[in-house]
């Protein structure tokens, strides 16, 4: 008897996801390429920490785009990444990075576009770099957030260059 309940209620339970579905916000999307990622001025301690940076910023990136509208597509290409701090080796296979010494504020290459269908919004080619100050600028910092000052960077680009010319503020 159980069972006979239980389909009825999954089958109602998949129909009611299915119009919720229909009238769920869309969002616009991100399509990020990294390019030549080994030549990369400073993404990370090896291989796999540069492939962890790259996810990192790539997830940042999408997040960014779901406030676009729906159909809006940004494409960017990272040409290169410098993290903030300085890299430096304390002992055999002890990695540190160091905040604060100069020149150690993060900057991201990249260039992109923004399409809406076959026509593209806007492009550009920008080099994003935090201010002398970055390490002291107040209210938006959550100390052990990953890649943090990068992020930060591309929520202030995004801000500037992407979301006024969209037509959507973030």
């Known amino acids: 008897m159980t069972r006979s309940l239980r389909q009825p ?34 993404a990370g301690f090896g291989p796999v920490e540069n ?11 999408e997040r960014l785009a779901q406030q676009l509208p729906d159909g809006q597509v940004l494409q960017v ?36 576009q923004l399409l809406a269908g076959d026509q593209v919004l806007k492009q550009g080619q920008d080099v994003l770099t935090a201010d002398m100050d970055y390490l002291t600028r107040v209210g938006t910092l959550r100390p052990g957030t990953p890649l943090e000052f990068e992020g930060r960077l591309l929520d202030e680009w995004f801000a500037q260059r992407v979301a006024p010319v969209a037509g959507h503020a973030p």
């Open 77 to 112: 290409q990272v040409q290169d990444i410098d993290l903030a701090g300085e890299t430096g080796t304390l002992a055999l296979h002890e990695h540190r990075r160091v905040l604060g010494r100069l020149p150690d504020r993060p900057r991201l290459t990249l260039s992109f």
């Open 51 to 61: 492939e962890r940076t790259q996810r990192r910023l790539a997830a940042r990136l």
């Open 9 to 42: 209620c999954l089958a109602l339970s998949a129909v009611a996801m299915l119009a919720l579905a229909g009238n769920a916000h869309a969002v616009g999307s991100a399509d990020v390429h990294f390019v030549n990622p080994q030549a990369y001025t400073d």
